[in-house]
């Protein structure tokens, strides 16, 4: 008995552990996020945009969302899940690229500035001044 509650404490220390990961906790909050997203851009497609389009692809004077082949098939609420996703996908390529172009200048400030030419000019005379000073000692006690 006692063999089974340790195990089963295991398992719930290890389920916790894992679920209070920070990149689980991150993934729920952007499935939570994505849902909202989702419905926003639905009602962008449906209440904005399709009415100022329906016009121009109506078919015998009804709702292109209502179309139909056969019975059941609707073809239409296909084209408009099709059209709620080329925006989600381009929406969320523009907001990639800027997280990227970000990211880059992080990376682009975050680089050692390059040491001053001077500097590096002086540390390199000093290094052969140093070399041959040492040289010239070592002659001078072997005279």
């Keep these: 008995m006692a063999r089974a509650r340790r195990r089963a404490s295991g398992f719930l220390r290890d389920f916790q552990e894992f679920a209070l990961k920070g990149n689980v906790v991150d993934l729920a909050i952007a499935v939570i996020i994505g849902g909202a997203f989702g419905k926003i851009v639905t009602s962008l497609v449906e209440d904005v945009i399709m009415?100022?389009?329906n016009p121009l692809i109506a078919v015998g004077g009804k709702n292109w969302r209502t179309i139909t082949i056969g019975p059941g098939v609707a073809i239409g609420q296909f084209f408009g899940a099709i059209?709620?996703?080329?925006?989600?996908a381009l929406i969320l390529?523009?907001?990639i690229k800027a997280l990227q172009k970000f990211k880059r200048q992080e990376e682009v400030v975050a680089e050692d500035p390059l040491p001053d030419p001077n500097l590096v000019a002086q540390e390199r005379l000093t290094d052969a001044l140093d070399r041959l000073t040492y040289t010239l000692e070592s002659r001078n006690t072997e005279i």
């Design 83 to 88: 059209v709620d996703f080329v925006i989600i």
């Design 93 to 95: 390529f523009l907001a």
């Design 51 to 53: 009415p100022l389009v």
